[in-house]
Nanobody, 116 residues
Framework: VEVVESGGGLVEPGGSLRLSCAAP????????VTWYRQVLGKDHEWVAR????????KYADYVDHRFTIYRDDGKNTVYLQMNNLKPEDTATYYC??????????WGHGTQVIVSA
């Protein structure tokens, strides 16, 4: 498993960011990919996932229709479009697969800071 997260940055409350999860090590079209986030000192928190078989999606309750996860099979990349960002969304965001988690693998993540 190998992933490369990007797209984070500093944004004001109410703003938007699109995170990317490139997957040079596997095919996103056949693997369930999940976005997580982590605040320093806390465990990874599940955000959203897109299924490997039918591209169905599921979101954590706190997302509250603000985020959209989708994939581009041609680019072998999974995206997380985040709108109406809140200060509590500040975290480092990671993507991963079940196999990656079993193997104890995490990418470098991409940092999101929501601040006025």
């Amino acid at each position: 498993v190998e992933v490369v997260e990007s797209g984070g940055g500093l944004v004001e409350p109410g703003g938007s960011l699109r995170l990317s999860c490139a997957a040079p090590g596997f095919a996103v079209s056949t693997n369930t990919v999940t976005w997580y986030r982590q605040v320093l000192g806390k465990d990874h928190e599940w955000v959203a996932r897109v299924s490997g078989d039918d591209a169905s999606t599921k979101y954590a309750d706190y997302v509250d229709h603000r985020f959209t996860i989708y994939r581009d099979d041609g680019k072998n990349t999974v995206y997380l479009q985040m709108n109406n960002l809140k200060p509590e969304d500040t975290a480092t965001y990671y993507c991963n697969t079940v196999l990656g988690i079993i193997q104890g693998y995490w990418g470098h993540g991409t940092q999101v800071i929501v601040s006025a």
